[in-house]
């Protein structure tokens, strides 16, 4: 009896498609592949599936593949599958299912219990074709990603967020069709450990480091067009980066043009202005920062701000991109310090014969004035309408109707000596006498 239990908590890969993908859940098909099969008698399997070409399983508690025959009856022309979140933990279960999925390009083993499973070379072969690969909180060690990327010769993406991993193992095969590693959420500290993807994805051209402490970007200006010669968006939110040197250095990456930075410590004391032009100065050939497309006025706008921001200095602290954006705009006065705050005009307001004086702040709204007038001149509270006149210009421009209670007043260009006419709302009515 206890065996037969255990054997119902056993949910396999061909269970989890058969029940989520039956008649059932899709009795009008929706549009999704007919899989038709002959199923032996006792097996949980329909004799109808609607499959899509994107199968998705997730939490579907399988730990097993099933009948072979049935996954490939289901996965012939599955071409992007999600195993995230169930307890898959032997590589043998999850080859079984690879292997009869010829045309797998996706594949996402996110949230499966990995981390003491071990896949042999031979059994790698099988995922060939497979593009992207979802390693996401595995705990997956790094000889079964280096076992997978040598038997990949296709594989272009790579997720190995959250794998708890504090160093990187070396592989002495590279893996020259890689081109996004994304290792976001590990505890990745030194850059001795990051410079290894270099050798072992050298045509890796995105690389997302997000939440890891790394300390600094420790190579030069020779080592890392050698390392990375490829690397266009490197992402570093969140990392431990705390001198300017360390944004300096991302210029010696010889294509780079997309930049994260934000989170690092380097940057907590300025605001968010100083933080972005301070750091696109120093990165001439970046044309995204912070996932916001740089123009070529805001760049020269931030090389400006960045030699005003430095120009007090003591010569001996002044960083080299100073002398460089000297010598290409010269020395620039300071900036002299402009009120922009709407100021405050004199109306005259007008409600029938009476005529008052009345002080308005521009900044405030059509809706701000309406309550002001009522305040002051006692106006009724509902019913009335507002019209602007502008005093040079009445004969020609008339009045216009103060109509939209959020806009504000410096927008009319309300000047001293205008008028405010006040005038009540009149209902219209239809009679047969009219």
Known sequence: MESSSDEEEVRTFVQGVSEKYSPDNFPFGQGLGVVVLSTPPGSPVK???FLPSILVLNSCGISKAGDKSEVAAFCAHVVELDLSHNQLNDWGEICTIVSNTPHLDFLNLSMNPLSGAELEPSMAEIFFRVRQLVLINTNVSWDTVHTLTQHTPELEELFLCLNGYN???ESQTPCPSLRLLQITDNQLQTWSEVRKFGPMYPCLTKLVLANNSVESVGDTQESLPRLFPNLR??????????????????NFFPK?????????PLLQPYTMQERRSLILAQLPSVVVLNGGSVSSGEREDAERFFIRFYQDCPKQELPERYHILVSKYGQLAPLAEVDLSP?????????GDRVETVSLHLEQTVSDLRKHLRAVLQLPTSGIRLFYIKREMCSVLGQEELRWGSRALHSYRIQDGDEILVVPKVKSRCSSSD
């Open 47 to 49: 004799d109808r599936v």
């Open 167 to 169: 160093t990187v193992s």
């Open 233 to 250: 968006c490197i992402n570093l939110n969140n990392s431990g980066l705390s001198e300017w040197e360390d944004i300096e250095r991302l």
């Open 256 to 264: 780079l043009e997309e930049v994260k930075v934000m989170g690092i």
């Open 343 to 351: 100021s405050c005009t004199v109306v005259d307001v007008r409600w």
